[in-house]
């Protein structure tokens, strides 16, 4: 099963929960991806380096989801194990970004056991603005560096409180 739709904004709770989809192409301008949309979707793949992109991604969205990989993930709230996998499966994400409007950049949340299990690539050094790590967001993760001497995470919290939780890169 493969779904393509350019105009999609919103999926809601449990839409493809647990389905045979193998391949879908979300738009960039999707609002929501609801709580379970995608869990335990065992054949759903996405191109690598694609994005997946909406203002919230709902809580286990994309949880045990065995082949998404590869991807870069932007929005403004990341729910609890959004893209929980087994910490041995060495599953990779690519980039998290924060979603612009114009040059304003929007605040940023992960919620709990958000990359749980991952393999965190970073490509260059990020920086955040408005940032809430809650706790076990990145627990068990490998942190990879490509193409650069220097890789991490970089806070830019000008006027903005950031938050990090308890054993949020356990």
Known sequence: LEF???????????AFY???LTKISLCNSMTTIG???FQHCKNLK???????????????????????SNIVVKSTNIGESAFQCDKYSNLKISKIEQIKDGDEVKALEIGRYA???RTVSLK???KYKGLTINEFAFAFCTFEHEGSNFYGIQIDNGADPITIG???FY
């Open 4 to 14: 393509t739709y350019s105009k999609l904004k919103i999926i809601e709770e449990r």
């Open 18 to 20: 647990g389905s045979n």
């Open 35 to 37: 709580e379970r949309a």
């Open 46 to 68: 996405f191109n690598e380096g694609s994005n997946i992109e909406a203002n919230t991604i709902g809580p286990f969205a994309f949880a045990n989801c065995p082949k998404v």
């Open 124 to 126: 260059d050094i990020e």
């Open 166 to 168: 308890n054993h949020a």
């Open 115 to 117: 990359f749980y299990g």
